[in-house]
T-cell receptor
Framework: GENVEQHPSTLSVQEGDSAVIKCTYS??????FPWYKQELGKRPQLIID?????GEKKDQRIAVTLNKTAKHFSLHITETQPEDSAVYFC??????????FGTGTRLTIIP | GAVVSQHPSRVICKSGTSVKIECRSL??????MFWYRQFPKKSLMLMAT?????????EQGVEKDKFLINHASLTLSTLTVTSAHPEDSSFYIC????????????FGQGTRLTVV
């Protein structure tokens, strides 16, 4: 089955700086890679996703890149703000319906 | 986005009793629903995948007789934790998907189960 690894587990950045979270996956059949943001005590919310026919996708301050050959994808948040503080999960799937989640990154934005 | 409602949000039960958790898609028909378990400061661990009208597919290591899943309609899936024990205490969360594999899944708000 799919195995998704995520790094780093914790990340602190100064407000206004950029944050990068990286994930790798193992199943070459995976073709859908969403990123979820989970605030404390709340449900995960999709923030951006990418499909394997695209190398990069951007939505305002958030971007995701995908390297199919190397089987890794990354989340980039620019001009970070305090409200970006949360736990971020990457996931991979699509080949067999289910999503496999990474272990999460706790992002803290320092004012 | 679409709305998935999960109830109850919190439940405390005694050891040996059973607890039912409901997951409803409010404004779309969910062809597939997923049940996850999340330990404190940990990731989402998939327990099972359920498709409407068919038996759930359980992940390795998940006891199907202990975690009963029913997906009787396109808008409702239930997870029943049977004969609960303190080690079953956890955060259980469902997600629902309207389309095919590779489309967005929406999460319920989760259920905090405490078994005493």
């Amino acid at each position: 089955g799919e195995n998704v690894e995520q790094h780093p587990s914790t990340l602190s950045v100064q407000e206004g700086d950029s944050a990068v979270i990286k994930c790798t996956y193992s199943d070459s059949a995976s073709n859908y890679f969403p990123w979820y943001k989970q605030e404390l005590g709340k449900r995960p919310q999709l923030i951006i996703d990418i499909r394997s026919n695209v190398g990069e996708k951007k939505d305002q301050r958030i971007a995701v890149t995908l390297n199919k050959t190397a089987k890794h994808f990354s989340l980039h948040i620019t001009e970070t703000q305090p409200e970006d503080s949360a736990v971020y999960f990457c996931a991979g799937g699509g080949g067999n319906e289910k999503l496999t989640f990474g272990t999460g990154t706790r992002l803290t934005i320092i004012p | 986005g679409a709305v998935v409602s999960q109830h109850p949000s919190r439940v405390i039960c005694k050891s040996g009793t059973s607890v039912k958790i409901e997951c409803r898609s409010l404004d779309f028909q969910a062809t597939t629903m997923f049940w996850y378990r999340q330990f404190p400061k940990k990731s989402l661990m998939l327990m099972a995948t359920s498709n409407e009208g068919s038996k759930a597919t359980y992940e390795q290591g998940v006891e199907k007789d202990k975690f009963l899943i029913n997906h009787a309609s396109l808008t409702l899936s239930t997870l029943t934790v049977t004969s609960a024990h303190p080690e079953d205490s956890s955060f259980y969360i469902c997600s629902a998907r309207a389309g095919h594999a590779g489309t967005e899944a929406f999460f319920g708000q989760g259920t905090r189960l405490t078994v005493v």
